[in-house]
């Protein structure tokens, strides 16, 4: 079986972060702090995630025309 990559990795975490947020719309948010806490772990390596794939592919570097 092939390893997920970086993107899938990403992509994953980007679900769970939309999963969490509808769970808390869903049950209110009252006693939610340990999904907000949960969410906002996966949101930070989420973030990791981006600043990674941004760096390896370059995707902010400006380029001459």
Do not use: C
Not at 26 to 46: F, L, S
């Amino acid at each position: 079986m092939k390893r997920p990559t970086k993107l899938d990795k990403l992509l994953w975490l980007l679900e769970e972060v939309r999963i969490a947020d509808k769970f808390i719309e869903d049950n209110g948010p009252e006693d939610m702090g340990y999904v907000h806490t949960a969410k906002n772990y996966i949101q930070e390596r989420a973030n990791d995630l981006k600043a990674e794939l941004t760096e390896e592919y370059g995707f902010n570097e400006s380029k001459d025309a």
